[in-house]
């Protein structure tokens, strides 16, 4: 069998939709699982919305989602190729070229200053109530698509369609279906929503005298509550919102594979070279495929919890210093680079996120750090917490802060002593040391702030701290 050529071929709108990354990512995905071809084709015919801005949006979306293109624009190690160039605006000469063709084949006619691009079989004219106008009805044969996901699809077109407008600018039908031939497109994968297209599209394609590539539709992403596609407004729709809040793109590709398609079992964190395996396209569901913001928090912390610890912090530091101006960051950047490593390493296994990672560790970086309300009522509510904290000064005031055995250590003996449990310590300290009641291990906190830190958080009580 020739080699496998298959394309992602988005419109530059300004922004990268869950969908269209899928769609790249499963494009990507077959390429790789048969040593095939990733084309990237951008598709900007509609050139006043179309801007440089807008193809970085693409190309640093799948560049940070580690989809990187065969042939396409050249963009960093990416593109190249010799059935350039790759963005439509620069093809005009090769729609002409085959627009001769079809003239030529006799497959065209004007009308209404647009060429139309004429059916075989007879025709008739009729008048259409509901479009309120006179149209060519043109008796055909179904078209036959043997979708590799959907199986066999028939779809009728039996109407004369529009290929170049009346401004001379050829639609998407005809630039799309030219450019998959001069391209070598052997699959067609793509969204669901241009099934409607694809009976035109293999007219076209018979009529110029090229193969009929094979299509792969792939289902809908639909929103996580209700019914309905994922539109751009929905939470979690667009690529950069997952790149600003510090997603890992290993995981976000984890998770995207798995709309729509599973290994054969119910596993969910899998290699991204055991899913290249895997993947084909028979495997895809039919069904549309509903987004799950849970599974994907539960994927990415997976992925953030296997990280090796200088990768982990290196993925921190890349985050705080994407926060610009932010206070927090600023701290943190600012903090000597050992300490920032051992807080991070502190906090790894805590977090869902790295968005996390501000809020959870501030009080490491600062001593303005703020009180929880919630957990000041309830901590303070209860025995007597301002001799908790006198107690606990004392005992620790000559532990040795570099163990975290030996902080726990004193803990449970002052504890023991006074007929107490760890925990009426554990919470009392932490409100004073951290201001919440949620965070990584007391001890490993105790012992990365140091005792100078945390004696001064205990024996000064925090102003709202005291007064509640
Ligand atoms: N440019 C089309 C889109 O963005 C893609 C068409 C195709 O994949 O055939 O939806």
Redesign the pocket.
């Known amino acids: 069998m020739a080699q496998v050529r298959v394309r992602f071929?988005?419109?530059p709108t300004g922004f990268f939709h869950i969908g269209?990354a899928r769609?790249a990512l499963f494009n990507w995905l077959y390429a790789r699982h048969t040593g095939g071809v990733f084309v990237l084709r951008i598709?900007d015919t509609d050139a006043a919305r179309n801007t440089e801005e807008f193809l970085k949006v693409i190309y640093d979306s799948l560049t940070w989602l580690g989809l990187n293109w065969d042939e396409g624009p050249k963009v960093g190690t990416c593109g190249g190729g010799d059935s350039g160039p790759y963005r439509q605006s620069e093809r005009a000469p090769i729609y002409r070229e085959y627009l001769e063709k079809l003239k030529a084949a006799g497959r065209t006619y004007e009308k209404d200053g647009a060429i139309w691009f004429k059916l075989l079989g007879d025709r008739q004219e009729v008048f259409d109530e509901h479009r309120k106008k006179t149209v060519v009805k043109v008796k055909n044969t179904p078209a036959v698509i043997e979708d590799l996901i959907r199986g066999r699809v028939e779809r009728l077109e039996d109407e004369d369609f529009v290929i170049v407008r009346s401004d001379g600018n050829p639609v998407?039908h005809l630039v799309?279906v030219v450019d998959d031939i001069a391209m070598r497109i052997t699959h067609?994968i793509?969204?669901e929503?241009?099934l409607s297209n694809t009976s035109k599209h293999v007219e076209l394609f018979k009529a110029l005298g090229a193969p009929v590539p094979a299509y792969a539709h792939i289902p809908l992403i639909l929103k996580q509550n209700g019914p309905g596609k994922m539109s751009k407004r929905d939470q979690g729709a667009l690529i950069e919102e997952y790149q600003r809040r510090g997603f890992l793109p290993e995981a976000l590709v984890n998770f995207l594979c798995l709309l729509g398609w599973n290994p054969g079992d119910d596993r969910e964190k899998m290699p991204i070279a055991e899913i290249i395996r895997l993947f084909d396209l028979p495997g895809v569901n039919q069904s549309n495929a509903r987004f799950d913001e849970k599974k994907l928090a539960h994927v990415n912390m997976a992925y953030l919890l296997e990280l090796p610890a200088d990768e982990f912090v290196r993925r921190a530091r890349g985050y705080f210093s994407g926060l610009g101006e932010n206070a927090g960051a600023k701290a943190a950047l600012a903090a000597d680079a050992g300490f920032f490593r051992e807080v991070m390493l502190l906090c790894q296994s805590k977090l869902k996120g790295l968005e996390e990672l501000p809020a959870y560790t501030a009080y490491f970086f600062t001593e303005d750090y703020p009180v929880d309300a919630k957990a000041r009522d309830k901590v303070m509510g209860k025995g007597d917490p301002a001799a908790r904290l006198r107690e606990l000064a004392a005992a620790l005031a000559t532990t040795d802060f570099s163990s975290d055995t030996a902080i726990e250590e004193a803990i449970k003996v002052l504890a023991a002593g006074k007929g107490l449990g760890f925990g009426d310590y554990q919470s009392v300290a932490r409100l004073a040391v951290s201001g919440t009641n949620i965070g990584p291990s007391i001890t490993g906190m105790f012992r990365v702030l140091g005792r100078e830190r945390v004696l001064a958080r205990l024996g000064l009580p925090k102003e709202a701290f005291g007064s509640a």
């Open positions: 071929a988005p419109s269209s769609t598709e998407f799309n067609v793509r969204g929503d241009h």
